[in-house]
């Protein structure tokens, strides 16, 4: 597609539940990235991925969260047994190899609201 | 990557030039200047890069001091639809992640 896709865009799931977040980025890019962003704050790295790298993980803030991306396309950002403290919106986004002049297309998100 | 100082938020006249700052008195040699700003409820949209040069497009012009440690961003003729957290990011081109602060938040008041 034209440009990064995620659903849902908004999520609402009861504490202790798990969730899936999904991500499509743009074809042909090799980077995919992964930030949260909490209500007022700015935006949280979590997971990076490079080709067919191992993922740069140091974002994640808990076991409790994974990510992975099959085929070296689309994204899953798993959240397990979530806390109300995991309510954020999380973005996406994917860049080319060196980022080319634009650096990141972001998605517009996943609206994550634990209640 | 070098961090940012960015005041937290600024107005601006509808119509005026919005000339938002960044000090990033710790940049080095091969580290980009980036601006992107996000507009409520919307992912961050790139603006403009430079390394030294100013630097011109459609959306913004970017001044970079000679010693490169600030940097300001203008909007030549501000409007409503301006209004949002820009971030100033410095990086080297083929860095791994863009590391976000929290911004400038502008308002451009009518």
């Known amino acids: 597609g034209a440009g990064v896709s995620q659903s849902p865009s908004n999520k609402v799931t009861e504490k202790g539940k798990d969730v899936e977040l999904r991500c499509d980025p743009i074809s042909g890019h090799t980077a995919l990235y992964w930030y949260r962003q909490s209500l007022g704050q700015g935006l949280e790295f979590l997971i990076y991925f490079q080709g067919n790298s191992a993922p740069d993980k140091s974002g994640l803030p808990s076991d409790r969260f994974s990510a992975e991306r099959t085929g070296g396309s689309v994204s899953t950002l798993t959240i397990q047994r979530t806390q109300q403290e995991d309510s954020a919106v999380y973005l996406c986004?994917?860049?080319?190899?060196?980022?080319?002049?634009?650096?990141?297309?972001f998605g517009s998100g996943t609206r994550l609201t634990v209640v | 990557d070098a961090k940012t100082t960015q005041p937290p938020s600024m107005d601006c006249a509808e119509g005026r030039a919005a000339n938002l700052p960044c000090n990033h008195s710790t940049i080095s040699g091969n580290e980009y200047v980036y601006w992107y700003r996000q507009i409520h409820s919307q992912g961050p949209q790139y603006i403009i890069h430079g390394l030294k040069n100013n630097e011109t497009n459609e959306m913004a012009s970017l001044i970079i001091t000679e010693d490169r440690k600030s940097s300001t961003l203008i909007l030549p003729h501000a409007t409503l639809r301006d209004t949002a957290v820009y971030y100033c990011i410095v990086r080297v081109l083929t860095g791994n992640q863009f590391y976000f602060g929290t911004g400038t938040s502008l308002t451009v008041i009518p």
């Open positions: 986004a994917s860049s080319s190899r060196t980022g080319g002049n634009y650096g990141y297309t």
